[in-house]
């Protein structure tokens, strides 16, 4: 695959975390562009960095040094440089979420939890519908809209997760060990899942797994170790 355009530029991005008298170095010196529609999977062993690196790509933490900035279209933001209030903005705009657990409202229906997330972006009441019901229907959940997450199988319930974060037609989808909870077969039909719903709307997906199974679905695989990145491979 092809890309033009980058949609990630990560520069000299070091994360210290202090623990009592210990400093703990989550990242050390990454450098990364990352392009758009470009499907990344970040592996690598416990403690390597992966899940700090996609937490600074999703404007959930900040580096301790360096930069990282994101095109969203008719600009480019400089995440480090963003206050709290800019940073809630770009992540409710333009940045979806997928977890290893699911993060589901429990008093609410499929539909409601999707729903909740297209509101939030105001987007027009009669858009959000439709466009939650057609995603919910390729995800293989069509008539399970009105069920809560309690009546919901594992796979179910990370695959409204995947809807909900889908729904506002994010830039960036950030996943993060998404496929842990669920056994390999369910596992790769979400991955599948991902895939195809990304490139429907042109998302940038950037995920982090330890399953290597899933090294076919990328288009580019980054190691980590230690912080630092110790293979790029497209």
């Known amino acids: 695959m092809v890309h033009s355009n980058v ?23 990454i ?28 404007g959930i933490d900040k580096p301790t040094t360096g930069t990282v900035s994101v095109n969203v279209g008719d600009k480019n933001l400089n995440l480090d440089k963003l206050g709290v209030r ?25 539909i409601e939890n999707i729903e909740l997330a297209g509101e939030l972006i105001k987007i027009k009441r009669k858009d959000l519908i439709s466009r939650a019901k057609e995603l919910l229907e390729l995800a293989g959940l069509k008539g399970r809209e009105s069920a809560y ?13 995947l809807v909900r974060a889908m729904v506002k037609h994010p830039r960036v989808l950030v996943v993060d060990e998404p496929t842990g909870q669920l056994d390999e077969k369910t596992g790769r039909n979400m991955v599948q899942l991902l895939k195809d719903f990304a490139k429907q709307s042109s998302a940038t997906v950037i995920m982090v797994t330890h399953d290597e199974g899933l090294r076919s679905f990328a288009d580019r695989l980054v190691h980590l170790s230690s912080g630092q990145i110790t293979d790029d491979t497209r």
Do not use: C, H, W
């Not at 562009?33 to 592996?43: C, G, T």
């Open 31 to 58: 450098n990364l562009e990352i392009f758009e529609e470009e499907f990344v999977i970040f592996m690598g062993p416990s403690g390597s960095g992966k899940s700090t690196l996609v937490n600074m790509i999703g």
């Open 7 to 29: 949609a990630v530029t990560i520069q000299g991005l070091s994360k210290i975390y202090q623990l009592g008298d210990y400093k703990i170095r989550a990242l050390d010196g």
């Open 149 to 161: 997450p309690s009546q919901l199988s594992g796979g179910e319930r990370q695959r409204v997760a």
């Open 86 to 110: 800019e940073l809630t903005r770009y992540r409710r705009q333009y940045v979806g979420f997928v977890f290893q657990f699911y993060s589901l409202i429990p008093t609410l229906t499929a």
